[in-house]
Structure formats: structure tokens, C-alpha cells
């Protein structure tokens, strides 16, 4: 009784348009299963009359009287005197023969010993609205009956259909794995506005904890702490023996980087030459699950090697659901050659531009790139210095020694005393105001608030802020500079480049490219996110609680796809089969639904496209081939290296060059 009630509520259903999709081998086969009408006027006012018309072919499932007839067997359904229903057509018992045993019979044929659901497209209603002949009265006991014959197992048809389909776009959804990378000094034009200050170690650190310098206390790349009296240098640019050793210790480092917290949630992390991506962390787990330490600038050959020995980590093990890639240029051309001299940075960026399009191919090749979510970002921008005579060298002006008098840091000093800290500010700024000098002098307690650069020890007492085309040196003198560029500075060209600017300096801002199936069509944004929010958009990606941080979703999770709905690009198109519950009873079918779902996919998810042609399976040169079988232009240059052929190496230029980045007609989503 409570079915028939439920029914009549829900007689729409009937036209609804389901996909059937049931497998229990390796080999799916795919049939559309259509009942397709809308109900008539009439049968809105009579709530159980419609008219059909229709035929159904019993071939192969062992009936002779649906075998002679498949083509042409109209029904009408009614009780005569207390007999049993009967087909109009031949007087045949329709309601055991011509609907409820054909499809009982068909769908225990194709899950019990065979496998396969071999007839289900020999077995289709196609119900048509017509006229004259074929009325379908009783409606609901019909509808009741058919519920019933559908029940053959503990999960119903529908409750297949809806989890089968709906896993193949929750699959995609619940992708998590995260690529990050990045390289090092990529302004945004060669988008996202890097922290205070622009050097390579703070703003790596702020990426990966969502936390500013005097958050993550990683304040430049190499500094003083007065209150323990070490020294951290991680890149061993003073040459202290032992300093990058020790720079790698916990103390030196707050928040929790974005490995931690994915492994926090049960993933592993791949971290390859990320700075202090090997160092030691506060609590447990401390470091992250592997990691490989920077130690050259490397060339394209190098870096295509890193970049396999990512990709087949990601694919050896599916707990591995991050990894991050540092590559140091074009920083290191910049600082040696700058933007104009020889083409050098241009040759780079094409090295750079290859090496995306090879990560791309990559991850391809693997079957990763449909499930991975790629960051392409950098840590700071760039500036062109205008000449030898835009340098300050700051010994010029600072009368002392080092290590009596003051300790140096990158672009700041640490006066031990009061009295030199007050001589040192009063010379540099008296200089500045004299020379004419492009280089704002900050006594600490004067930064701009803006900067969130003074509420820490580490910070200098006296920091250095250069102006777009300036630098200033700890090394250097004028004496030196002379000797080398001409008393006038102009003998010999100056070409360097540099950073450490005021961020909100366009210059200053690094590249930020977002692509994979939880993100949109590609689409420029004109706000501009800080980089500690990719922390905060990296953890919801992982589906991992973030650690407490600084960053936002309000820019960046602009890019993202629906909340509801982060599905794979794949996936889109594929009809989406509404919830139908009868009763709760649906909730005992869940269990061994999701288990018949995940036999689905472990078996057969790489040959499995859901289409309404029943015919699809069939052996043809066109069928669906996942990506890893498909093939790239130009794939001999873009193999890995030990594949590539002799003659063909990294450095030369082959097919469409500027791929992907340089691009802006690119296809390419990334």
C-alpha cells in the first residue's frame, strides 16, 4: 500500500531518462535504458491512464513467442472476469511474458554467471506516444509490479545507476593529488603579489605555510638572530661553516608547512628541492615523507630527470597526493646576465616553457593529469638594475667591524649597541639625501605596517629597501666599481637584475597559474591574491585541515569550480541520474552499492566511458583510449631522457615552440 501511494507522487519518474551502467568484469558493456514519455493530458486528470506504443525484442533470451514478434507486439492491460492479463495482441500472459519475465530473465542473465549484460539492448522499451491502439490502464499496479521485478539484488537498478554515475564524477572530485611548483624569480609578465620581503627563502616559506616573514620567522635569505646568537644562511651565501646544517634545525621555523599537513591527513608528500623542504619541523610528523636537497642551478636535461623522478613517485603509490618542484631560474640568469643581455633570459624562459610542457606530457603518460591539480607559481619578480652607478655599497657608509660592532643580514644590519646602531642610521640616510641614492633606509620600528616585517627579533634593526632599478651590496665599493665600469660608470655595460622592492611594486609580483580538474576555464583575474593564500587553497585541494595561517579563499577560490561540484573535465556531459528514494530502505542497499562501485572502478575504470550508444564497446580503430595511450606532438623530444633519440637533445627547438606558457593562443589549460 505504501508503495502504491508513493507512486502515484512520483508517476514523472517513468520519464525520466536513466543510463544504465553495470559491470562486474573487466570488459564493460554499456546499454541505454530507455522509458521515455511524458503523461498525456488525459492521464494528468485520470492519475493512472497513458497511452503507449511500443516493441521489445526477446531474441536470445529464449522466448519464441517474443522472437516472432519483436518488432510488432502492442499490449492492452486489463482485467477480464477475474483472469489474467493478457496481451491484446496474441492473448499471451503479458504481465508475466511480455514485460516482468523479459526483464527479470535479462538482468539475471547479465550479473549472474556470464557476467555481462549481453541482451540489455535487445530487451529496450521504446514507449512512443500514439493514437488509436495500445492504452496502458492501471498505472500504478503496473509501476508496482515493475518496482518489484526490479528488485534482483540487494542494491535496486536505480540505486546503481545513481551511484555508478555519480561516482565517476566523485572520482574525479575526490582527486586530490597537488603538483607545486615553482620557479624561482618568474615575474608575472614575462600574478600574484609576493610578501615583504622579495627574496627566495621568506616567500618559499610563506607559499607553503600560508604565513608571513614574522609568522614562519624565516625573514631573508640569510640573517641574524640576536636573541640566540646564531647565524641561518640555508643557501651558504656567507660561507659560515656549518651554517646550512644548522639552518635546517626546528627552532628555526614556525607554522606547518603544507606536507605536514597533508600527511597530517593521511597522504604522503614528494618535496624536490623546495627550500627547507628537508629541514625539521616542530611536533609530529617532522619532516616530510621524502625529500631531495637544491644543490645546482641545473639545465633543462637535469630538470626533465627531476621531473620523472616526480611523476613515477606520484604513480607508484596513490597515498602520494602532493608534490612540490623547485626550479632556481630564471633567478640566476637574471641576477648574471639581467633581461637584455644576449637573449639569455629569452633562451631561458623557452628551457622553462619546454620543461612545463614536459611535466604536462608527463603526467599524461602516467594517467595522473586528469587527477592532479597544478600550481605554477614563483617567489618574487624581478628588476633590471640601470647601471653600476644605481648600486649603494653600504661599507661605504658604515664605519665598524663585523662581528663587534654589528652582524649583517641580507639587506639589513644588527647594530650591537645603541650608539653605533644611531651613527650607522644617521651616515646611510645623510648619503641617501646627498647622493641622491634610490634606496629607502628604515630604522625597524619605522616599516610601514603594511610590511608585517617588524613584530620579530630577526628582522635588522636597520633594513635596506631599494627602488625599482637600484640594489644595494654588503660587498662591494666604489672604488671597486670604478676600477671595473669607468670613473663615469658607463666603460663597460652593467647588466644584472634583482629584486627586494616594495611587493606591491608590479615588478616585484611572481607568476601564478592554477590548472587541473578542480579548477575553472582558464580565465584572467585581475584581483591579486598574496602568495600565503595558496597555502590555504593547497589544503582544501588535499581536503586537509589547514594549520593555522594568515591566507584567504577570497581571490583564489575564484578559480576553483563549484563547491558543490569540483568535477573532472572528463566527466562534464555525463547525464546526472536524480536521487530517488522509496523509502529507507535505500540505506541498507548503500554498503554493497559502494562495494559494487569499487569493484567498478578497480577493475575497469580505464576502459569504461559512459555513452548512450549501447553500441560503443563494440572493437573499433576509434574507441576511447585513456590518455596515457594517447599520443603528444612531438613526443621523441619531449620523452624522458634516457628514451630520446641520438641527435635530438633537450636544447634543440622541435615542433610548436613557446608551449603552453609563452603561448597566449595556447590550448593548453595550464
Known sequence: MHENKVVKKRTSFIGRRLVTTLEFEIRVAVSSFHILSRLSDRAKLYGNRARFKGGVSGKNIGDSHTENRALSISWNFAKKGGREQTCASCGYPAAKKCVYQWSIKAIRRSTTGTGRMRHLKKIQHRFKRTTGTGRMRHLKKIQHRFNRAMRWSPSSLRVVLLLVVAATAAAAADSKRVLLLSFDGFRYDLLNATTYVTYTAPNHLSIITGLREDG??????????????????????????????????????????????????????????WPAGNAMWKGDPGTASWSKEWSVYGDLTSWMADVDEVVEKLAADEKNTLATLYVAEPDHTLHTYGFFFEGRLLKKIEELDKLFRYIVKRLADRGLLESTDIILTADHGHSEIRGADHVMCVPEYVIGEVGKDFEVGDHMLYPLTEDFEAAAYANLTKAVKEKNLGVNVYLKKDLPPRFHYSNTSRVGRIVFEPKLGWTTSLNCTNKKLKEQYGEDFKANPFHSSTHGMDPVESEMRALLVLGGPSFGKAKKYSEVPENIDLYVLMAKLLRAKAAPNQGTMEIVGKALESETSMINPATRGVYQVPVVVDSLGFLFFVVPSVIIVGLFFVYAWRRTVIMEDPTWAMATDNRYKPLHEQQMEDAAEFSPPERRREGRGPQQQGGRGNAGLLDSDSEDEF
Open 216 to 273: 614562519h620567522g624565516i625573514v631573508s635569505n640569510y640573517f641574524y638572530d640576536p636573541e640566540t646568537k646564531e647565524h641561518y644562511d640555508l643557501f651558504n651565501m656567507t660561507k659560515r661553516a656549518g651554517v646550512v646544517n644548522d639552518s635546517l634545525t626546528e627552532h628555526w621555523y614556525g607554522g606547518e608547512p603544507i606536507w605536514i599537513t597533508n600527511q597530517k591527513a593521511g597522504g604522503r608528500s614528494v618535496v624536490m628541492y
